[in-house]
């Protein structure tokens, strides 16, 4: 089985601009959530989507917006980027029965 | 201001040597306690412990929590090189989307 897939892999952008990450959760996992992770740190909690309705939202400005499609796969965009958001971000899928949670690779975000 | 600690910050040692990393935590609301290793990008799910006093054990690791003094501990045996990496502990509760908290990590070191 997959497990949770990312992309893109790496991105660079430009202050000011918008990126979207895709996030595709673990067959049969209706859970998804979106860590930032700061090199040197742990990560952060950004959003959670549950049934495609969001169910928790860390501290984070409005910036950072999120959804979650029928399919259970996810987006997160960020408008208006700033050097400080360049990080990994780490999408996961929450197991219902175990409440495990699983990581993708991660997409890696350079804002120049 | 809920919070979870990791110690040591940094660890190194030898092969076959054993490890003892430390997670401690002030979150309310408690529901369950995770633990990841990081090499490179995703981290990887070790183990998820939600009772006190229950070893969770897989291979040379394990691990167990203790609710009353609101810690856990990850040790591993006999290491190795491939050990290498940054352990994180995450703890979760049911409010606030299912938030899971991330310590710093532990950078463990392997050298032969």
């Known amino acids: 089985d997959a497990g949770v897939t990312q992309s893109p892999t790496h991105l660079i952008k430009t202050r000011g601009q918008h990126v979207t990450l895709r996030c595709s959760p673990i067959?049969?996992?209706?859970?998804v959530s979106w860590y930032q992770q700061v090199l040197g740190q742990g990560p952060q909690f950004i959003f959670q989507?549950?049934?495609?309705?969001?169910?928790g939202r860390g501290n984070f400005p409005d910036r950072f917006s999120a959804r979650q499609f029928p399919n259970y796969s996810s987006e997160l965009n960020v408008n208006a980027l700033l050097l400080g958001d360049s990080a990994l971000y780490l999408c996961?899928?929450?197991?219902?029965?175990?409440?495990?949670?699983?990581f993708g690779e991660g997409s890696r975000l350079t804002v120049l | 201001e809920d919070k979870v600690v990791q110690s040591p910050l940094s660890l190194v040692v030898h092969e076959g040597d054993t490890v003892t990393l430390n997670c401690s935590y002030e979150?309310?609301?408690?529901?369950?306690l995770l633990w990841y290793k990081q090499e490179k990008k995703a981290p990887t799910f070790l183990f998820m412990l939600?009772?006190?006093?229950i070893e969770k054990k897989s291979g040379r690791l394990s691990s167990i929590l203790d609710k009353k003094e609101l810690f856990s501990i990850l040790n591993i045996t006999a290491t190795q090189t491939g050990d290498s990496a940054v352990y994180l502990c995450?703890?979760?509760?049911?409010?606030?989307?299912?938030?899971?908290?991330f310590g710093t990590g532990t950078s463990l070191t392997v050298i032969p």
């Open positions: 989507y549950y049934e495609k309705e969001e169910r």
């Open positions: 995450a703890v979760g509760q049911p409010n606030t989307g299912n938030q899971f908290y």
């Open positions: 067959s049969g996992h209706k859970s």
């Open positions: 979150v309310t609301n408690f529901r369950s």
């Open positions: 939600t009772s006190s006093g």
């Open positions: 996961a899928s929450r197991s219902f029965t175990t409440g495990e949670l699983f």
